[in-house]
């Protein structure tokens, strides 16, 4: 916080704030350093990257934070479970987004996720429609994953990576007992194999039950990889049915059980992909996924915009400068 000592701005700035974890800047902003003349004109954009992790802890340990007993209202919190206890307790999460100028998060389908009801909102919708929401898409690197100059694309393969229950790691593990030489069940993440994996893919299935924006449809669209994605989130925003992939529709965020609509809704969508290998189709569709620009251009214009219209002194429009992510010539993947 005491940044203003080491850059030229001096107070004149506007903070972004990720997630809960930084979700106390704004309230000490607001009670510690303002009223000693300390960021008077700073202003707070919080920014929502998973709203599933929100910062709930007991109601007790508001004393703990140093904070005016004022913003206990801004921290209060009720929810139907007892973790990490029953009953009353604090959510930094709430509290950032009530204390902050204004909110963003990553994908303008998961800003109105957010606010379609408790499932989606994970209990703080009702507090995001007070105070709004905008989404701003993300990009990608498109230096680290650019397939005309990627390393580790020497050999292409057929196979899945991922982490989750150790059950689901067992089945994939299966599959290569099954169909010998035709699949690999690789239980981890590995860099270099994913690049790989991305590479030499003809489609990337991603049925996630809630995605806020998604780097590895971006990824898979880069490589001519078409995705075959569930209906949520980001993956709403950057992958158009027909167009640039396959949309699965939503499927049941319980994730606690196995909604057999969700199953068929894969099959189904799955069968629809595989039946377009080989036409003029499906590479029509590869032509348009590459032709896109994926990178940061686009979002940090928007992200630039945001910032300007917090209007803090000597913030100004048109400013020239280099951008944040040039897409160079070079750096553009051809089909």
Known sequence: MYIHRYHDAGDDVVFIANDWHAALLPCYLKTIYKPKGIYKNAKVVFCIHNIAYQGRFPYSDFSLLDLPDNLKGSFDFFDGHDKPVKGRKINWMKAGILESDRVVTVSPYY????VSGEDKGV?????IRKTGITGILNGMDVQEWNPATDKHLDIKYDNTTGTGKKYLETQIKQLEIKYPGKAIGVAKFNVPLAHMIIGGSDFMLIPSR??????IQLHAMRYGTVPVVASTGGLVDTVKEGFTGFQMGDFN???DQVDPADVAAIATTVKRAVATYGTPALNE????CMAQDLSWKGPSKQWEKLLLSMEVAGNEQDLEGEEIA???KENVATP
């Open 111 to 114: 800003a109105q996720e957010l």
């Open 123 to 127: 209990e703080l919708d009702n507090i």
């Open 210 to 215: 809630f995605e806020p924006c998604g780097l």
């Open 253 to 255: 965020v319980e994730c």
């Open 285 to 288: 569709m590869i032509q348009n």
């Open 326 to 328: 040039p897409l160079a």
